[in-house]
């Protein structure tokens, strides 16, 4: 998250996130970040976010807002800008690079219109209007134009492991905790190779009954167990772990001599259920 | 006549694992047979204004038509069932309302939804779509998507510029052709197809087909089939457990027995005694 830092005469005097929307800064105490200063306006500035990108607007201040020594009415917010309201100083912070890069992919992912025409329209309504939704407009048409340059094949943003084989190469690459760089084609290779499941594989052995002594292994993410119109459970296969769930009958099922109630429970190594009538024991397989 | 004997609805709706704010919205109406579905889009918190908007407007417009009209009733005009021409003029009015609100409130400028809506009567479930969200039928064990996307992607597609196979891998999923509230009118795609008692409908986000694969969709369908609202919830944590990137919604209705419309004078009285 992108932040400003509060200094005067070099003096650090306040770091503040730009986690709101719109983070209105000025002299009375009703601002999200209040500078009791003379020279500061009652609301002097506003600092509008959208997606990651930060528009400061200055509302009119008697004294003006200066960006990197320049005097803006408004102004899109670049790593490192100074704006300057009289003798305080706020610098602000884009986000680090690498947490860029991943935050980026996410906004790639938000759906999206194609039609450039109506966006255009859009932004001219808000221009006419004049009012700060202008920003809010342009910032869409830019998206607009970064997602058409992707469409063209121009952008070299990698943004998921594309040529990942398997049927659902996200798993492995959003479970991943360190963001990936944003060219480096390393990661769509070794994606496949993390498992898709981190935890080891489940099976069931039969203990009374006329299958008694079989072993069914719980390989697929969801496995039905129990007559139909009777009693049925599903044993779901999730990141955490193996869950048992009741899904239809009168009774749910047991789980070491207790009934689970209608909520998922969790599988433990050697648990033993009953379903049916039937006894089985759940364990990991190495 | 009250469709919730012979319908059985569930639905569910979760913000995913990475998004901070649920932008879908989702609304089922047992009584009438009507399931609606909305994913929000625009800056600020304006998605969710546009998909609650559109699934608000049409189900409570369509509630109150219904209460005086029945979606099998013949239009003297165009000698037509309505049932179409009802769920299109609410549609219309659902993206006036957003369009209107997009350029009135500097706030929500450029805000849309995408949207799916399905209308049961009559043995028939009368499919209205807009954008990326989708109806899926499971029937004999078999998944079927039944809408067909208004996304860049899906034109690809039709234009044999790319395999379904590449689509799954590609970089631009989230660029739809049509929205509700973008345009001061729009054409909703609109179609009708019977219905068979033990068919399953699913309306769902693209959080959920983006992340979930169909076979997982279909395997979880067929084996919860029994347990709808198990079902519903399933489909949503099978979504999050791969990454969760979007907000994940889905509403799942199943056809319990047939539900012919009930015509005419004996029609309405056998309709009345069941």
């Known amino acids: ?286 | 006549m009250d469709l919730s004997q012979y319908l059985e609805f569930a639905s569910c709706t979760d913000p995913g694992m990475v998004r901070s704010h649920n932008e879908d919205a989702v609304a089922a109406d047992p009584a009438n047979g009507l399931a609606v579905l909305a994913d929000g889009m625009g800056g600020y918190n304006a998605g969710e204004v546009a998909s609650g908007m559109a699934t608000t407007v049409i189900t409570t417009e369509i509630q109150q038509l219904l209460a005086k009209v029945k979606p099998y009733d013949i239009d003297p005009e165009s000698n037509k069932i309505i049932a179409g021409q009802l769920v299109r003029e609410q549609v219309m009015k659902a993206n006036a309302s957003i369009y209107h609100a997009a350029q009135s409130q500097p706030q929500y400028a450029g805000m849309g939804t995408t949207l799916v809506v399905c209308l049961f009567y009559d043995n028939k479930a009368l499919v209205a779509h807009l954008g990326d969200s989708r109806l899926y039928r499971m029937r004999d064990a078999t998944l079927k998507q039944i809408t067909r996307d208004h996304s860049l992607l899906q034109e690809q597609i039709d234009s044999g510029l790319i395999t379904a196979e590449q689509a799954k891998h590609a970089q631009h999923k989230n660029l739809v052709t049509k929205a509700l509230g973008i345009d001061p009118t729009v054409e909703p795609e609109i179609r009708e197809y019977e219905t068979r008692p033990g068919d399953i409908y699913l309306l769902c986000s693209d959080g959920l087909c983006d992340m979930v694969a169909d076979e997982d969709i279909s395997m979880t369908l067929e084996a919860l089939g029994a347990n709808l609202k198990l079902a519903a919830q399933q489909l949503v944590q099978m979504a999050n457990d791969n990454g969760g990137k979007d907000n994940v919604s889905v509403i799942l209705v199943r056809v319990l027995r047939e539900y012919p419309a009930a015509r005419g004078v004996v029609g309405k009285f056998l309709g009345w005694l069941k």
């Open chain 1, 1 to 286: 998250m992108a932040k400003l830092i509060l200094s005067m005469d070099g003096l650090v005097l306040k770091e503040i996130p730009l986690s709101k929307e719109r983070t209105t800064i000025g002299r009375k105490p009703h601002n999200d970040i209040q500078i009791d200063n003379l020279a500061v306006s009652g609301e002097h500035a506003v600092i509008v976010t959208i997606l990651n990108d930060c528009f400061l607007e200055d509302l009119g201040s008697t004294n003006g807002t200066l960006v990197n020594g320049n005097p803006v009415k408004k102004h899109f917010l670049q790593n490192n800008d100074v704006v300057e309201l009289g003798k305080y100083r706020l610098k602000f912070v884009g986000e680090a690079p690498v947490p860029a890069a991943s935050a980026e992919k996410a906004d790639f992912e938000k759906t999206m219109v194609l039609r450039p025409a109506a966006m255009k329209a859009a932004a001219e309504q808000a221009r006419a209007m004049g009012a700060g939704a202008a920003e809010a407009a342009r910032a869409s048409a830019a998206q607009q134009v970064a997602a058409g340059a992707a469409v063209a094949g121009t952008a070299e943003r990698e943004i998921k492991s594309a040529p990942a084989p398997t049927p659902m190469p996200m798993s492995a690459t959003m479970t991943t905790p360190t963001p990936i760089p944003a060219q480096a084609p390393a990661p769509a290779a070794a994606a496949p190779a993390a498992p898709k499941s981190p935890h080891p594989l489940g099976a069931i052995q039969i203990l009374s009954g006329g299958n008694a002594g079989k072993e069914l292994e719980l390989a697929k993410p969801l496995t039905t167990l129990g007559k139909p119109g009777v009693q049925v459970a599903v044993l779901t296969r999730r990141p955490q772990g193996y869950f048992i769930t009741h899904v239809e009958g009168a009774n749910p099922p047991v789980v070491n001599g207790q009934a689970i109630g209608t909520a998922p429970h969790a599988l433990k190594d050697h648990d033993v259920v009953e379903l049916a009538g039937v006894k089985m024991e759940f364990f990991l397989k190495g």
